[in-house]
């Protein structure tokens, strides 16, 4: 089993409005980024919301998610990973964690990190681009408890450095898991992105009627 872990607990200080709840697509961001996981093969997706929580789970809503309350979430993200981690299910062999304002994450790469992952031996997976790492970040439940009581100041690069050996780089050709949200430039930069991608695709549909 697989478990993805969605990280909602922010503030959004340097977006000056709850950036998660943004219109992406017809939809709010967290809606699609938890649309993109759910449509993945992923076997479980768990979000974990902090400050207004009560707005972002009024929005996911209806779908197959587990809502998860992370009262620490002043502390920093790693606090809600430690959230997520504790109420994975026994079963769960290996852990997604995804940040909810990576709108640019797809199926497609998420599907492409769990085939590679299920590939190696390796027990942690990153995406690479350009020989730089991003997210969404993959490892085996093995690691769980080891996360849950270390690298305070690290967060999860803590992990990655702790382990160089047990690290696969899974190199991918979008630049989509280096790009976040945290000021209202880089919302315009993913809405941008997302009008292109549209452009194309009904270039595409056009070229095959």
């Known amino acids: 089993m697989i478990c993805a872990i969605v990280l909602a607990a922010g503030r959004s200080r340097r977006m000056g409005v709850q950036k998660l709840l943004l219109p992406f697509g017809g939809k709010t961001v967290i ?37 998860v309350n992370n009262s620490n979430y002043k502390s920093g993200m790693l606090s809600s990973v430690r959230c997520g981690l504790r109420e994975l299910p026994q079963q769960c062999q290996a ?21 590679s992952f299920a590939a190696t031996e390796k027990r942690i997976l990153v995406p690479l681009y350009n020989d730089k790492r991003g997210h969404p970040i993959l490892f085996s439940e093995v690691y769980r408890n080891e996360i849950l009581t270390h690298y305070d100041n690290m967060g999860l690069r803590g992990i990655l450095n702790a382990h160089p050996d047990d690290l696969f780089e899974l190199t991918v050709p979008t630049s989509a898991v280096l790009s ?30």
């Open 31 to 67: 809606a699609h980024i938890v649309d993109q996981l759910l449509t993945s093969t992923v076997d479980e997706v768990h979000v974990i919301v902090g400050h207004q929580r009560e707005r972002i789970s009024r929005e996911l809503s209806g779908r197959p998610v587990s809502i």
């Open 95 to 115: 852990v997604l964690v995804a940040i909810g304002d990576q709108p640019a994450i797809n199926t497609e790469l998420i599907d492409q990190m769990l085939r």
């Open 180 to 209: 976040d949200m945290d000021c209202p430039e880089d919302y315009r930069r993913e809405i941008a992105l997302l009008e292109k991608k549209h452009q194309r695709e009904t270039r595409r549909e056009d070229q095959v009627k």
